[in-house]
């Protein structure tokens, strides 16, 4: 199985008619190479998750990875801690994804207590959980369907648990925006993406994700409890926020 069998190609030729973005077998089957090349800094997160859960997660406790995709949370997380310190639920809504997750982790970590579950977010039962990571998942939700993910996400952490956020983000300011924008694309087009691809992508996704602000982020995290949230890493249009549910009768992020 060489790396060109799964170049990310999907968007290389004209497509007579411009379907909305699936994660479907197709995008599975070149998935990490489509990251790699359109998501500038994901790397760098996953690389930060077992760090994060290191200084914030009670030992033992529950993660949720949710939109996992193919397990890579799960197996950044398995990669700095051991087998006792956390049991993880990887989510994700697409058949293909939950397949080749499981195959995946169960290979790679099977000394872990980790399980892939094919749900809706927006629906699922959560239990206690000491860390939750959202890795641009929430931007697929319809706008006004967000509020309410995050706030169960809340009510579903314990004291002193961490919520992960990473979206694709606006700009408030228009020129702003539009520069972060053309830079991204200059960033695809230095990874080796066509004019054609950018260009079909981009009419692809619209509608189906949808960014907010910075700030709309960190003033739906505080209307749902959340009494401190920051921004931690940005890369262009893309950035990850941290934030800190309290341990009860004591203010601000907890220390371990």
Same mark, same amino acid.
């Given at each position: 199985m060489s790396d060109a069998s799964y170049r990310d190609a999907i968007f290389s030729t004209p497509l007579d008619r411009m379907a909305r973005f699936s994660f479907d077998e197709q995008v599975v089957a070149c998935f990490p190479d489509m990251i790699r090349r359109s998501v500038p800094g994901y790397g760098q997160i996953l690389g930060m998750l077992g760090l994060i859960a290191r200084r914030h997660l009670r030992h033992g406790a529950h993660v949720y990875d949710l939109g996992c995709s193919l397990g890579a949370g799960g197996l950044a997380l398995a990669g700095q801690l051991p087998p006792d310190a956390f049991h993880y639920t990887g989510v994700d809504l697409s058949p293909a994804m939950v397949a080749r997750a499981r195959e995946t982790?169960?290979?790679?970590?099977?000394?872990? +207590?980790?399980?892939?579950?094919?749900?809706? %977010?927006?629906? *699922?039962?959560?239990?206690?959980?000491?860390?939750? $990571? @959202?890795?641009?998942?929430?931007?697929?939700? +319809?706008?006004?369907?967000?509020?309410?993910? %995050?706030?169960? *996400?809340?009510?579903?952490?314990?004291?002193?648990? $961490? @919520?992960?956020?990473?979206?694709?983000?606006? +700009?408030?300011?228009?020129?702003?925006?539009?520069?972060?924008?053309?830079?991204?694309?200059?960033?695809?087009?230095?990874?080796?993406?066509?004019e054609l691809e950018i260009s079909q992508k981009r009419t692809a996704l619209e509608n189906v994700l949808v960014p907010d602000t910075l700030a709309a982020h960190h003033e739906r995290l505080a209307r749902a409890g959340f009494p401190r949230s920051q921004t931690w890493f940005q890369f262009l249009n893309f950035a990850s926020l941290i934030a800190f549910k309290e341990i009860s009768g004591s203010p601000g992020e907890s220390a371990r």
């Open positions: 982790l169960a290979a790679e970590c099977p000394a872990h +207590a980790v399980e892939i579950v094919e749900g809706d %977010i927006r629906e *699922l039962d959560y239990r206690p959980s000491g860390m939750i $990571v @959202l890795n641009f998942t929430l931007q697929f939700l +319809a706008p006004g369907e967000r509020d309410a993910v %995050i706030d169960k *996400l809340f009510a579903a952490l314990e004291p002193g648990g $961490v @919520l992960v956020l990473s979206e694709k983000i606006k +700009a408030d300011d228009e020129q702003e925006n539009a520069w972060l924008v053309e830079r991204y694309h200059d960033f695809k087009r230095a990874n080796g993406y066509s």
